[in-house]
């Protein structure tokens, strides 16, 4: 079956400084990846999804299929970046499998 | 896009007793999922609500248990039953629109069993 992990449950970082939120995967043909956020008392939504290859709020994440991840980047940590963000995988006709989520403190 | 509207947002109920969760979204959509997100955990899948036929029930979840509703494409509710403390979480509605592939949720409910 097909497996999401986030290796770290906290991240920490100070302002300005990047940042990396790793997410590996399990599955050996052609999902679809995501990355879910959610902030502070609001709810869980879409940040960005790898078949679209864009940036939204700074971030990107590139799929990798030789290492199978979809490692979540940003170059400078914002503040309001500090959030839980869930890597989400999708294969043809099946559900969406979150990680575990990893929580990002982005320090001042 | 889809909004959800989801309640209640948070109840405290006694052991043995069942609380059930409304899920209300502004457009048709085919595919409504709950989820249940333990503490310090994540998602984790309960089941599909299929409209005018039963869910579909993941691993781990039975419909004694976890009876849902689907009476129309935009309403759907979860009962969580006979609770116990270990039922204590976040119950979270989620809906998907076919076009996007994207996952909309709910702002999820929180459960605590006394």
């Known amino acids: 079956a097909q497996r999401v992990t986030q290796p770290e449950k906290l991240l920490s970082v100070f302002k300005g400084a990047p940042v990396e939120l790793k997410c590996n995967y399990s599955?050996?043909?052609?999902?679809?990846l995501f990355w879910y956020v959610q902030y502070s008392r609001q709810r869980l939504q879409l940040l960005l999804r790898?078949?679209s290859r864009e940036s939204i709020k700074g971030f990107t994440a590139d799929l990798n299929k030789g290492e199978t991840s979809f490692h979540l980047k940003k170059p400078f940590a914002q503040e309001e970046d500090s959030a839980m963000y869930y890597c989400?995988?999708?294969?043809?006709?099946?559900?969406?499998?979150f990680g575990g989520g990893t929580r990002l403190m982005v320090k001042p | 896009s889809a909004v959800i509207s989801q309640k209640p947002s948070r109840d405290i109920c006694q052991r043995g007793t069942s609380l059930t969760i409304q899920c209300q979204v502004d457009?048709?959509?085919?595919?409504m999922f709950w989820y249940r997100q333990q503490p310090g955990q994540s998602l984790t899948l309960i089941a599909t609500?299929?409209?005018?036929?039963?869910?579909?029930?993941e691993s781990g979840f039975v419909i004694d248990k976890f009876p849902i509703s689907r009476p129309n494409l935009t309403f759907s509710t979860l009962t969580v039953s006979n609770l116990s403390p270990e039922d204590s979480s976040i119950y979270l509605c989620?809906?998907?629109?076919?076009?996007?592939?994207?996952?909309?949720f709910g702002q999820g409910t929180r459960l605590t069993v006394v």
């Open positions: 609500a299929n409209q005018g036929s039963e869910a579909t029930y």
């Open positions: 457009s048709q959509v085919t595919m």
């Open positions: 790898h078949i």
């Open positions: 989400a995988l999708r294969i043809p006709g099946n559900m969406l499998t």
């Open positions: 989620s809906v998907e629109v076919q076009w996007s592939a994207e996952a909309f």
């Open positions: 599955y050996s043909g052609s999902p679809e």
